[in-house]
């Protein structure tokens, strides 16, 4: 299947484009976790996150990014702060309900399902048929370029592929807010690129919010309309500021002065996050 990788639409994306809903989806305030060995993962964490943005998190290993992703997708409490949705119908459990999907490293899926029977998982969870799903299902192949893979197991896929299921499961259910943990750190980078333009779409074309987890300067640069870079022990948010551009994201943007540019910034920022001062 390794054609299959060709076959997504190429990107038109742009963090440049407008994004539409500028209002706070998800306030954190004061976000402090200490597990109960002691480790204090946050300290204090504070990060509003706006409608239709892209959000790349940056920082050192074990500086509290993978927490305060689960925090916010209620994988987790807090031990002091509060996390906050403004824009949104809040479930018993102080949840949007529905609002959030999470992309992990590997991509879990179940290898006894086919590609349909993963996707529909977070649809039957809401009780919600294979006959009734089955129209959205099919869509949502077709935004990962997977249309013809509905009847394919796992097993018969490249791990690409297997990262778009995964991403198709996310979405089938029309989330707000797509939260992406180093998502396509296993993949070669190829492939990587090529899902960096699809996720561009995606966001794109849906208006999704996305928060991006990522150890990579030169991803982040290419995906975000805003940088999050944070410390660790504990860790809390060093740096946090926008990335403008004038150019579409594609191709040609990798090989910009611009592209040249956000690269350098991210990263000496990344170099301040490892050892100097707080810049905001
Ligand atoms: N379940 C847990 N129990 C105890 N300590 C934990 C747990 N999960 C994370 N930690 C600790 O919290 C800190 C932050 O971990 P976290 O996984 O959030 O970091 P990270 O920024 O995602 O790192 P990486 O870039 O390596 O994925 C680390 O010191 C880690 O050892
Ligand atoms: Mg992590």
Redo the contacts with the bound molecule.
């Keep these: 299947m390794t054609a299959s990788d060709a076959e997504m639409a190429p990107s038109s994306a742009s963090p440049a484009a407008p994004n539409q809903q500028r209002r706070p989806l998800v306030v954190m305030r004061g976000v402090s ?1 200490m ?3 002691g ?4 300290s204090d964490m504070s990060l509003t996150v706006n409608g239709g943005e892209f959000v790349s998190l940056l ?12 925090i916010m997708a209620g994988l ?1 409490d807090v031990s002091s702060g509060t996390i906050d949705w403004p824009s949104s119908r809040i479930n018993s459990k102080g949840l949007p309900e529905g609002d959030i999907s999470f992309v992990f490293q590997e991509p879990t899926l179940m290898p006894w399902q086919t590609v349909f029977g993963n996707v529909h998982l977070p649809l039957k969870l809401k009780g919600v048929s294979k006959a009734a799903a089955r129209d959205e299902i099919m869509a949502t192949l077709a935004t990962v370029g997977l249309k013809d893979f509905a009847d394919a197991y796992p097993r018969e896929l490249s791990g690409g592929m297997k990262m778009r299921v995964s991403i198709a499961r996310a979405l089938v259910t029309k989330p707000k807010l797509l939260l992406m ?2 998502p396509f750190a296993a993949l070669d980078e190829i492939t990587r690129q090529k899902l960096n333009d699809d996720v561009l779409r995606l966001w794109k074309e849906t208006g999704i919010t996305v928060i991006f ?1 990522t ?1 990579s300067v030169f991803e982040s640069a290419y995906l975000s309309s805003r940088i999050v870079v ?1 410390r ?2 504990p ?1 809390r948010v060093h740096a946090d500021f926008p990335l403008h551009t004038s150019l579409e994201r594609d191709a040609h943007y990798r090989t910009s002065e611009e592209y040249r540019q956000a690269c350098e910034t991210v990263s000496e920022t990344l170099l301040e996050a490892m050892g100097g001062e707080d810049t905001h």
């Excluded at 480790?39 to 946050?42: I, S």
């Excluded at 920082?59 to 689960?70: E, V």
């Design positions: 976790k597990f109960s060995s480790t204090v993962a946050l920082g050192p290993s074990g500086c509290g990014k993978s927490t305060a992703l689960r987790g943990d180093e987890v150890h944070m660790a022990r860790g």
